[in-house]
């Protein structure tokens, strides 16, 4: 019998500061799955309902500092910051 795949966080998309609002955080949002065989991927968020229902029952976060590559200075990808869950009155 196979485990199902399991969705370990919601990364939510980026944006300015007057994106933060209620229904804001669909658009650009994924979800970090883990496979199974411990794979893991992302995946795109496809609807309002799917993001309430993966909302609901993982932490969310958003892209955090910077991370660098101590040679070369460039970015190699980000921390990712806990956003707080929103009341239950933000999702509606």
Not at 15 to 37: H, Y
Not at 45 to 72: L, M, N, V, W, Y
């Amino acid at each position: 019998m196979s485990l199902p795949s399991r969705t370990i966080a919601l990364l939510l998309g980026d944006g300015d500061a007057q994106r933060w609002q209620p229904r804001a955080f669909v658009e650009g949002a994924q979800r970090l799955v883990r496979e199974p065989d411990g794979r893991v991927s992302l995946e795109a968020i496809g609807s309002e309902e799917e993001f309430d229902a993966t909302a609901r029952t993982t932490g969310c976060f958003r892209r955090g500092k910077p991370i660098h590559d101590p040679q070369t200075r460039e970015i190699i990808g980000y921390e990712m910051e806990e956003v707080p869950m929103l009341s239950a009155s933000t999702w509606r």
